[in-house]
Nanobody, 121 residues
Framework: QVQLVESGGGLVQPGGSLRLSCAASRIIFRIDVMAWYRQAPGKQRELVASINSGGSTGFADAVKGRFTISRENANNTIYLLLQMNSLKPEDTAIYYC?????????????WGQGTQVTVSS
């Protein structure tokens, strides 16, 4: 089945940068959109950034101008990247990779296991 493996999380000081990577393999459907979500303690999971099959991107207001999202293909694996700059303590959360798509008549919605990002001095 679909495999999503996130990496790149960690502890960073305010104002610092991190790059998250999600390796997506065994994709058996047409991908419509790939996205990063995050969930902070006591809060609901929220959409951070997305990129659709045409390459169009979208960002939550809280991260616009600071985060960028991109995707790369290599060796039958799709890499979803999230470059996070000017990090703030409020960016602290578990970040999840999501891939959604379809193979008619089925819809697919896959999630990674999450990677912790902590922004603290």
């Amino acid at each position: 089945q679909v495999q999503l493996v996130e990496s790149g999380g960690g502890l960073v000081q305010p104002g610092g940068s991190l790059r998250l990577s999600c390796a997506a393999s065994r994709i058996i459907f047409r991908i419509d959109v790939m996205a990063w979500y995050r969930q902070a303690p006591g809060k609901q999971r929220e959409l951070v950034a997305s990129i659709n099959s045409g390459g169009s991107t979208g960002f939550a207001d809280a991260v616009k101008g600071r985060f960028t999202i991109s995707r790369e293909n290599a060796n039958n694996t799709i890499y979803l990247l999230l470059q996070m700059n000017s990090l703030k303590p409020e960016d602290t959360a578990i970040y999840y990779c999501n891939v959604a798509g379809s193979s008619w008549p089925l819809r697919y919605d896959a999630w990674g296991q999450g990677t912790q990002v902590t922004v603290s001095s």
